[in-house]
T-cell receptor, first 114, second 112 residues
Framework: AQSVTQLGSHVSVSEGALVLLRCNYSSSVPPYLFWYVQYPNQGLQLLLKYTTGATLVKGINGFEAEFKKSETSFHLTKPSAHMSDAAEYFCAVNLSQGAQKLVFGQGTRLTINP | NAGVTQTPKFRILKIGQSMTLQCTQDMNHNYMYWYRQDPGMGLKLIYYSVGAGITDKGEVPNGYNVSRSTTEDFPLRLELAAPSQTSVYFC???????????FGSGTRLTVV
């Protein structure tokens, strides 16, 4: 069975500090991995994804994530936090090759302190 | 480009009432999904469809029904609403594996 675990339901950082949101997964097949962002009262937007190839992937708004197979991790980082980064972030893993069902982590709410 | 459109945005139902949440996409995506989002629980898959006429249950299908008569539309039906169905519902669509989902803006449903 596939599952996704996000460590920390709330993360708080200062403006300009490093953002690190943790995601670990379990999968019986080579995973496709995704990070989504949700701003208040909105739907989810794709930040970045890993399918195959380069393990360091870059996304929108300066975010990046590295796929580490040996650690079964796909942590999301950003070197310098902005106030506009305050949102909820979801890690997701592809469940199957057919219907492309995604399994989501429970989410991490990111707060940025001025 | 509208993407995925959900209606209504908000709804209050009384226990035992029924309603249909509408979802339409204009990207000609084969795959469509319904998720519910509850605080601290992430998103749970209710139903999904791999094409017109084909639907299947997800993780939490009880109390819901779907149909997919066209590629564009994937309505979610709630029969005999219960307080446990108070949630935010998201519809999403996708094309190929690895492309990720396009999400609608959600429907916030309260059952009282």
């Amino acid at each position: 069975a596939q599952s996704v675990t996000q460590l920390g339901s709330h993360v708080s950082v200062s403006e300009g500090a490093l953002v690190l949101l943790r995601c670990n997964y379990s999968s019986s097949v080579p995973p496709y991995l995704f990070w989504y962002v949700q701003y208040p009262n909105q739907g989810l937007q794709l930040l970045l994804k890993y399918t195959t190839g380069a393990t360091l992937v870059k996304g929108i708004n300066g975010f990046e994530a590295e796929f580490k197979k040996s650690e079964t991790s796909f942590h999301l980082t950003k070197p310098s936090a902005h106030m506009s980064d305050a949102a909820e972030y979801f890690c997701a893993v592809n469940l199957s090759q057919g219907a492309q069902k995604l399994v989501f982590g429970q989410g991490t709410r990111l707060t940025i302190n001025p | 480009n509208a993407g995925v459109t959900q209606t209504p945005k908000f709804r209050i139902l009384k226990i035992g009432q029924s309603m249909t949440l509408q979802c339409t996409q204009d990207m000609n995506h084969n795959y469509m999904y319904w998720y519910r989002q509850d605080p601290g629980m992430g998103l749970k898959l209710i139903y999904y469809s791999v094409g017109a006429g084909i639907t299947d249950k997800g993780e939490v299908p009880n109390g819901y029904n779907v149909s997919r008569s066209t590629t564009e539309d994937f309505p979610l039906r709630l029969e005999l609403a219960a307080p446990s169905q108070t949630s935010v519902y998201f519809c999403a669509s996708s094309s190929l594996r690895g492309r990720g989902y396009t999400f609608g803006s959600g429907t916030r449903l309260t059952v009282v």
